[in-house]
């Protein structure tokens, strides 16, 4: 091999040398970025479930009839809509919605949430501005999911007889008729102040004859359907309904 060949020969060996060097230099400037912005992600996802965690119990300290009710609701209602093939996205936004649905509840007055006699029609008014104090609340917390329009709409019902819009139809969300269903659910199985908890059937019987009046038709089949079918669902129900 010629002095010159040698020579350019030598000097690539040592140009490709300090490329690898570069390259294990950058490689490890990557690794520790991604370990950077996994960690910061965790750390926003923890501070995002607290801050939920944290609005449950608050509404929870307030009206004992909640405990235990936004999570029940939560877990019926993406059950619903696991089976109507919504996304995960769309059925993570349910579950978020389903623990802060009555979130709004902070702001009326105790006397009135846990009262055994019938609300009067005035009493009754200021109940039902839980949903716009709630969606007022959870608008600039919740992101990156729109909870705050199924915050409002979970008491709206298809026949336009629910609030606080009096919506009717497809013009309330699909995942708020899942909502305002599983939240109707889980009020009627268990036993209030007022009342007692009604049997499992006598509910679906019921909501059977609401289907397409007040109930989505297609939410109501798919709630029964995880019901008959969901052995971990049916646990959870069973162990809700015994804790209160
Ligand atoms: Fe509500």
């Known amino acids: 091999m010629s002095e010159d060949l040698h020579a350019k020969l030598v000097s690539l060996e040592a140009e490709n040398a300090q490329l690898r060097k570069e390259m294990r230099a950058l490689r490890r400037e990557v690794d520790k970025s991604d370990q950077a912005a996994a960690t910061g992600e965790v750390r926003l996802r923890l501070a995002y479930f607290s801050t939920i965690q944290a609005l449950v119990q608050a509404i929870e300290a307030k009206d004992p009839y909640t405990v235990g009710h936004s999570e029940m609701v939560a877990r019926v209602a993406v059950a619903v809509a696991q089976r109507l093939d919504l996304t995960e996205d769309e059925c993570e936004r349910v579950r978020i919605a389903g623990l802060l649905l009555d979130i709004g509840k ?42 705050s329009t199924l915050v409002y709409q979970h008491h709206e019902r298809l026949d336009g007889s629910g609030y606080p819009e009096r ?13 305002g269903l599983a939240d109707s659910f889980v009020a009627m199985i268990v036993r209030r102040a007022y009342r007692d908890a009604h049997g499992e059937t006598e509910v679906l019987e019921y909501l059977r004859r609401e289907a397409d009046r007040t109930f989505d038709h297609g939410c109501v089949n798919a709630l029964q359907e995880a019901l008959s079918t969901d052995a971990e669902l049916r646990a959870q129900i069973d162990r809700f309904k015994a804790s209160v």
Do not use: F, M, N
């Open 106 to 147: 902070i702001g009326i007055s105790g006397d009135i949430l846990t009262k055994k006699e019938d609300l009067t029609a005035e009493e009754r008014k200021v109940l039902e501005t839980h949903v716009s104090i709630g969606a007022q609340i959870v608008e600039p917390i919740i992101y990156p999911w729109d909870v």
């Open 167 to 179: 919506l009717r139809g497809d013009d309330i969300t699909l995942e708020a008729r899942i909502l």
